[in-house]
Antibody, heavy 117, light 108 residues
Framework: HVQLVQSGAEVKKSGASVKVSCKAS????????MHWVRQAPGQGLEWMGI????????NYAQKFQGRVTMTRDTSTTTVYMELSSLRSEDTAVYYC??????????WGQGTLVTVSS | EIVLTQSPGTLSLSPGERATLSCRAS???????LAWHQQKPGQAPRLLIY???SRPTDIPDRFSGSGSGTDFTLTISRLEPEDFAVYYC?????????FGQGTKLEIK
């Protein structure tokens, strides 16, 4: 069965970077996209971007352009999301979600990133 | 970019009642590429509806979706206690693939 297992919670200082991983299993890794979505405390879902694990191409939301980098490692079926220049507003739960022809059909459990000053 | 507006913000109903949730897009959604996700407190979202009206095999048939263009609806025919949650619409027809702000379905 499809599983997306994310890395553990992180606490970072303002200005630092964080790299969150999402290990996929139970399906052919390169046949599906991967979204990254975040949710600030008590808020809604915010789409950050998408990566095609087959060739590594990416498409980022304009809000995160220049600060976010999504990569993948096909040998370990893992995708990564790195966010730099962290500020307090980046405190959120970060989710990966598999894209079946783009629709997000399976979600990871989420990774809490806390940014402190 | 397409902006999705959900209404109402909060819906108060009782188990057994019918729920109707709305999602309006600022521009037409390509090919009915509109999904609905359910999120319970402390949990990741879960896909309920895709392609505006298709349901994954593990989703109960009391959940149904309809609509096209700019107006979409999620209907829950008879509310069960486990259906009280937050619901998000999500368009995936054109980037950026934005979400609506959510509708909270609460027990009356």
């Amino acid at each position: 069965h499809v599983q997306l297992v994310q890395s553990g919670a992180e606490v970072k200082k303002s200005g630092a970077s964080v790299k969150v991983s999402c290990k996929a299993s139970g399906y052919i890794f390169t046949n599906y996209y991967m979204h990254w979505v975040r949710q600030a405390p008590g808020q809604g879902l915010e789409w950050m971007g998408i990566i095609n694990p087959s060739g590594g191409s990416t498409n980022y939301a304009q809000k995160f352009q220049g600060r976010v980098t999504m990569t993948r490692d096909t040998s370990t079926t893992t995708v990564y999301m790195e966010l730099s220049s962290l500020r307090s507003e980046d405190t959120a739960v970060y989710y990966c979600a598999r894209g079946d022809g783009i629709v997000a059909d399976y979600w990871g459990q989420g990774t809490l990133v806390t940014v402190s000053s | 970019e397409i902006v999705l507006t959900q209404s109402p913000g909060t819906l108060s109903l009782s188990p057994g009642e019918r729920a109707t949730l709305s999602c309006r897009a600022s521009q037409s959604v390509i090919s009915r590429y509109l999904a609905w996700h359910q999120q319970k407190p402390g949990q990741a979202p879960r896909l309920l509806i895709y392609g505006a009206s298709s349901r994954p095999t593990d989703i109960p048939d009391r959940f149904s979706g309809s609509g096209s263009g700019t107006d979409f609806t999620l209907t829950i025919s008879r509310l069960e206690p486990e259906d009280f949650a937050v619901y998000y619409c999500h368009q995936y027809g054109s980037s950026p693939y934005n979400f609506g702000q959510g509708t909270k379905l609460e027990i009356k």
